[in-house]
């Protein structure tokens, strides 16, 4: 069964916004670390950003000032900013989560797509 349910992904063109989400199906644990990459065609998996227990959040050098981890604990889910969209943003983005004492899940990713 999905233990990580992502949305959010979709066509967007250069200079805009999507805000990706990853969910914790159907209350399977509650999300203490996550964590986001992304994979395009030809390269290999990157990571983007990431959120601690304790609400650190971490970035990768080509999205950092653009791009804004975050997590509602209420609502058991993880969130990706992503403004100031380039077309090499391009990639299917990955969510990876844990609780405080489970082992991390993946998601299936979510494809986002920046082009005129």
């Known amino acids: 069964q999905v233990q990580l349910v992502e949305s959010g992904g979709g066509l967007v063109q250069p200079g805009g916004s999507l805000r990706l989400s990853c969910a914790a199906s159907g209350s399977i644990f509650s999300i203490n670390y996550g964590s986001w990459y992304r994979q395009a065609p030809g390269k290999e998996r990157e990571w983007v950003a990431s959120?601690?227990?304790?609400?650190?959040?971490n970035y990768g050098d080509s999205v950092k000032g653009r791009f804004t981890i975050s997590r509602d604990t209420a609502k058991n889910t993880v969130y990706l900013q992503m403004n100031s969209l380039k077309p090499e943003d391009t990639a299917v983005y990955v969510c990876y989560a844990k609780g405080a004492y489970v082992a991390g899940y993946w998601g299936r990713g979510t494809q986002v797509t920046v082009t005129s």
């Open positions: 959120i601690t227990s304790g609400g650190s959040t």
